[in-house]
C-alpha cells in the first residue's frame, strides 16, 4: 500500500512566523504535490516536484515555497504566515513517466489543518 | 458535480440504490481522469482512473464513463453502502502530456446514504 505521511495533523501559528510543512512518502514515487483546500474552493494546486531538487509552480504559488532534497520528503514553507494562508494542505504523491507524457494517479496524505492566528 | 458559491451540490440516496454523480471538466486537450472519496477529516482516496482513449471503465462496485464530446464525467456506484457517504471529486491533469503536472479538481458532491 502507498503511505503518505504528514508530519502534523493540526497546526497553530501567528502572523509573521516560518511554518515548515513536511511529507514523506514511502513508495519510491518520482511525483510529489502540495495542495491546499478551502470550503467552496476545492484543492487547489500550490507546487509541485518531478525529481529532486526540482520544482514548479502550481496555480496558487504566492506566499509558498517549497524544498526536495530527498527523494522522499517534500517540504512546504509559508516564509511568513498570514490569516488567509488557514487552511487544510494536503500532500500527495505519484509514480514518475513524465518522459512518456503520462499522468499517474495520485496518492494523498491525511492533511495538515493550519490556522493562522 | 459543480458547485455553486460555496454550497456542495449534495446527493441524496437510498441505502442499496445506485448513485450517480456527474462531473464537468473544463480542458478539452485533458487525457486523464479521476474520481476521489474524501470523508471528514481525511485526505482523498482514490477510487478510479480512466484514460481519454476509454469511454468506459469499471471497478468494484463503481464505473467511470467518459463522455469527451461534451467534457463530462460521471461515477457510478452500484447498491450505495452506508460507508459510501463522502465527498466525492472528478478530477482532471491540468495540461496533457505533461506527466507530473498536478491535477485540476471539481469542487465536489456530497453524497448521502439514507437507510
Known amino acids: 500500500d502507498v503511505k503518505v505521511t504528514q508530519s502534523s495533523r493540526y497546526l497553530v501559528k501567528r502572523t509573521g512566523e516560518k511554518v515548515f510543512l513536511e511529507c514523506v512518502q514511502d513508495?519510491?514515487?518520482?511525483?510529489m504535490f502540495w495542495y491546499r483546500q478551502d470550503p467552496g474552493l476545492g484543492l487547489r494546486l500550490i507546487y509541485f516536484?518531478?525529481?529532486?531538487?526540482?520544482?514548479e509552480k502550481g496555480d496558487i504559488p504566492e506566499g509558498y515555497s517549497v524544498s526536495r532534497e530527498k527523494k522522499e520528503r517534500f517540504s512546504l514553507i509559508l516564509e511568513s504566515a498570514s490569516t488567509n494562508q488557514t487552511s487544510m494542505y494536503l500532500c500527495?504523491?505519484?509514480?514518475?513517466?513524465?518522459?512518456?507524457?503520462?499522468?499517474?494517479?495520485?496518492?494523498f496524505g491525511p492533511g495538515t489543518r493550519l490556522t493562522v492566528l | 458535480g459543480e458547485s455553486v458559491g460555496l454550497h456542495l451540490p449534495t446527493l441524496s440516496v437510498q441505502e442499496g440504490d445506485n448513485s450517480i454523480i456527474n462531473c464537468a471538466y473544463s480542458?478539452?486537450?485533458?487525457?486523464?481522469f479521476i474520481w476521489y472519496k474524501q470523508e471528514s477529516g481525511k485526505g482523498p482516496q482514490f477510487i478510479i482512473d480512466?484514460?481519454?482513449?476509454?469511454d468506459k471503465r469499471q471497478g468494484q462496485r463503481v464505473t467511470v464513463l467518459l463522455n469527451k464530446t461534451v467534457k463530462h464525467l460521471s461515477l457510478q456506484i452500484a447498491a450505495t453502502q452506508p460507508g459510501d457517504s463522502a465527498v466525492y471529486f472528478c478530477?482532471?491533469?491540468?495540461?496533457?502530456?505533461?506527466?507530473?503536472?498536478?491535477?485540476?479538481f471539481g469542487k465536489g458532491t456530497h453524497l448521502i446514504i439514507q437507510p
Open positions: 500527495a504523491s505519484s509514480w514518475g513517466r513524465r518522459r512518456l507524457g503520462l499522468t499517474d494517479t495520485q496518492y
Open positions: 516536484s518531478y525529481d529532486v531538487k526540482m520544482k
Open positions: 478530477a482532471e491533469n491540468r495540461y496533457s502530456g505533461g506527466g507530473a503536472d498536478g491535477l485540476t
Open positions: 513508495m519510491d514515487h518520482e511525483n
Open positions: 480512466i484514460r481519454s482513449n476509454m
Open positions: 480542458n478539452s486537450a485533458s487525457d486523464y
